[in-house]
């Protein structure tokens, strides 16, 4: 007997040893019943090898027999997987088996520090314990009375003890698939004469198993160097078996993410660093195929910076095919405009239009069906308000080799972010306790999340298994895709490893202009920003930066890109309304200027506060730096207007003083190419200024010293733009 035994131990460990030590040889053996391998089985997994420790899976591959486990009672079938797995241990007094689930369990330490905690209980088997008596109410007087700090219920979630012992209570009574395994054991533990006859206790201080349902509370994470693990604050223990049982999943997940070493305050992320592709080593020919789909289902501003984004991600062409779903006439020209652009580079195309009326679920639905239709080895879903500002982002993700991967992104200088860090009971959004420092960088890492959205990439194995995600009459779909996958066990991760992109605010999003985003300061700042301010802007503002003096006290600025200049004329030609340059102005409070210019007010096509706001982010501090020690705060201007020098119209201005302290004007047109002659004339210093630089702006006093004239155009059209700025 003894010889067999020996033998069958020798040839254990041939299986399952590890190079280095393992928990056989302390004798300790680690069994768990997973039919499918989920990305928290694997992360199960992961810690088992961790921590060194033997694991013996039955049941993978098989069809699950137990019941609606996560809805109901059940489970009975892990028992029945169990009598035939543990056939071979029958009797075995010098081994120890722990069964733990798998999908939603994670181990913290290895063998000896299990094996101390369970000699000191003096128990032959102990079970996890648990603050709800479940799956039946009725028997809580039945246990066994404990103090206010423990926890007085069995979960069957886990338990250990000598395999003898084990095997014996598996065995003790026959048990349908679909039978609670839970009530299997508690009716056992309740039985005096068989708690005695096996010697079960519960781990009611949580030495060894943590249950997290109805304990959130009581655990910390802890950092020791560059480990993590898990304290209980209420008993003061540090359990090693942590379950995320129940309705604590998110929860769970949320902590898992920190421990194994995944992420401490010394080491930074090291889960990070796990089974990572390395891309580079690929030919482009052996990239792998990505379906892009992009979803264009809401008015969204800045779209052409977004397409222009997606069309410089790197990434060979030929290894994507292009979904695109544009539900708004509105985005019609920019669509287009990329798909002219891209023309036939892309692996395939593939557009539907507004008149193809699909709605956002079918459109979302359908870009699945095509990657799995195509054996896609990726699928990347982008938003139109999503953009890549990172053009890796895409290998970056595919590197990070997770199932389901978002980069963050959020709204610039925002906590609006495309993920949540928890839900609330009803499925919406909940803030979890590190989400702000993740979304302000002072944790990065890897993060296993319960929502993700706008920008996304999942695995083509995956894929394979969404059956229209999408699809729910009670959420919108991008909840409904996370809850699908959450019901699933598939984990979503939002890394915020690099910079990756940003969401713009498309919510009230003025679509009643043909340069939309003009007005669009207020709500994305940085990409009004990039797209109007002129890209050598700050140079002026850096230390010792020489501004140019044209004429004394005139100085010159680059100050708008040739885009806004451009979109300005536009609007203001749609408009339409010049003043004609006479002297009756209605829309002046006196009904009279003396000098008048052919212009429109910036008031007339309502970008007045907008512009007033431009004055004080962009123009006040250039006029800081020259004109030393005068600062009104905001910037006050009543008259802000584009005015229209043509050649069939007026073409010049008598000289005349400002009413404004000092006067900006900005070149919205260039001379040479827009029209001939022009420029302005300081009459005191009898200095001119022709050619103008579209884009910049001069700046000078508006009284007494810089009497000035608008020297005659001698051909097309010259459009400036004036703010009299603290008149
Ligand atoms: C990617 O992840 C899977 C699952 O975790 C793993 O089996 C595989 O080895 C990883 N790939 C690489 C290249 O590490
Ligand atoms: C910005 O400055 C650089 C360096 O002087 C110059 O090459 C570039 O053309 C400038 N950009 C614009 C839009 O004028
Ligand atoms: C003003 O400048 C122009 C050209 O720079 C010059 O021809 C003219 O004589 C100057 N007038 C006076 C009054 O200095």
């Known amino acids: 007997m003894t010889i067999v035994v020996l ?55 098989e069809a699950w027999l137990g019941g609606d486990v996560a809805n109901s009672a059940g489970g009975g079938y892990k028992i029945n997987l169990l009598k035939e797995g543990l056939t071979e241990f029958a009797g ?19 063998a000896s520090e299990i094996l101390e905690k ?68 508690t009716n056992i533990f309740l039985d005096l004469e068989l708690r005695e006859k096996w010697k079960i206790k519960l781990d009611t201080r949580a030495e060894i198993f943590q249950n997290l349902n109805g304990a959130l509370g009581e655990i910390t994470l ?21 379950h995320g049982n129940g309705p604590v999943k998110v929860e769970f997940n949320r902590m898992a993410n920190y421990l194994l070493d995944g992420w401490t305050t010394n080491s930074g992320c090291q889960s990070c660093k796990e089974d990572v592709i390395n891309l580079k080593q690929f030919m482009e020919d052996d990239f792998p195929t990505v379906m892009m789909g992009v979803f264009i289902e809401k008015k969204t501003p800045f779209i052409t910076e977004f397409f222009q984004k997606v069309a410089a991600l790197k990434y060979p062409r030929q290894k994507i095919d292009l979904l695109v779903h544009n539900s708004l006439e509105l985005h019609k020209d920019a669509t287009q405009v990329f798909l002219d652009n891209v023309a036939d580079s892309y692996r395939s195309i593939n557009v539907l239009h507004p008149s193809d009326k699909m709605s956002e679920i079918n459109a979302r639905n359908w870009a699945i069906e095509e ?44 906590l609006w972010t495309n993920f949540w860090g928890s839900l609330s009971t009803n499925g919406f959004y909940a803030r979890s306790e590190d989400y702000v420092d993740i979304v302000e960088g002072r944790k990065i890492g890897l993060w296993n999340v319960p929502y ?34 959450r019901n699933k066990g598939i984990f979503m991760y939002v890394s915020n490893l690099h910079f990756f992109g940003h969401l713009v605010d498309a919510e009230n999003f003025d679509t009643s202009h043909k340069h939309n985003e003009l007005w669009d300061i207020f709500n994305n700042p940085h990409d009004w920003e990039k797209r109007y301010i002129h890209e050598n802007y700050s140079k002026s503002l850096q230390e010792g930066a020489v501004i140019s003096q044209p004429c004394p006290d005139v100085f010159w600025f680059p100050i708008v890109s040739d885009t806004f200049g451009e979109h300005l004329i536009e609007e203001m ?83 005349h003083h400002d009413s404004s302290t000092f006067t900006i004007n900005i070149a919205l047109n260039s001379p040479g190419e827009d029209f001939e002659g022009g420029g302005c004339r300081f009459l005191r210093y009898n200095c001119s200024i022709t050619a103008t630089r579209k884009g910049w702006m001069l700046m000078h006093p508006g009284r007494l010293t810089h009497y000035h004239e608008g020297l005659p155009i001698t051909k097309g059209t010259r459009y400036i733009m004036v703010s009299f700025v603290d008149p």
């Open 7 to 61: 033998c069958c131990t020798i040839v254990l460990l041939v299986n399952l040893r590890s190079v280095h030590s393992s928990s056989l040889e302390d004798g300790l053996l680690i069994v768990t019943v997973a039919t499918d391998e989920t990305d928290g089985f694997l992360r199960y997994v992961r810690s088992t090898k961790k921590y060194d420790l033997d694991l013996k899976v039955y049941g993978l591959g």
């Open 92 to 110: 075995r007094e010098d081994l120890i088996i722990m069964f733990t689930d798998s999908y939603d369990v994670v181990f913290t330490n290895g």
């Open 118 to 185: 369970f000699r000191k209980m003096d128990a032959r088997v102990v079970f996890s314990a648990e603050g709800f008596c479940w799956p039946d109410k009725s028997l809580v007087d039945k246990y066994p009375k404990v103090t206010t700090n423990e926890k007085r219920f069995l979960n069957s979630g886990g338990f250990m003890g000598y395999a003898k012992d084990i095997y014996e209570i598996i065995h003790y009574r026959s048990i349908a698939n679909t039978d609670d395994d839970q009530l299997y054991y």
């Open 222 to 242: 802890k950092f020791k160097g560059s480990t993590s693990y898990m304290y209980n604050v209420i008993s003061g223990t540090t359990p090693v078996v942590f």
């Open 371 to 414: 990657c799995k239709k195509k054996a896609c080895q990726y699928y990347l879903s982008v938003d139109s308000d999503a953009h890549f500002d990172n053009d890796m982002t895409l290998q970056l993700l595919i590197e990070q080799n997770r199932s389901v991967i978002a980069p963050l992104i959020a709204r610039t200088g925002k």
């Open 452 to 485: 993700i959205s706008s920008m996304f990439l999942i695995q083509g194995h995956i894929v394979s298994k969404l059956t229209n995600p999408y699809s729910a009459l009670d959420v919108d779909p991008d909840m409904a895709l996370c809850r699908y996958l």
């Open 573 to 655: 030609e749609l408009f339409g309304q010049w003043s004609g340059g006479k002297s009756e102005d209605p829309r002046l409070a006196g009904g009279y200027e003396n000098v008048p210019t052919d212009d429109i007010h910036m008031k007339q096509i309502d970008l007045e506060r907008h512009w007033l706001h431009f004055l004080k982010v962009y123009v006040s501090p250039l006029q800081q730096k020259v004109f030393l020690g005068y600062y009104h705060d905001p910037p006050a201007a009543l008259l802000n207007f584009v005015v229209k020098y043509d050649i069939n119209r007026q073409r010049s201005l008598r000289p």
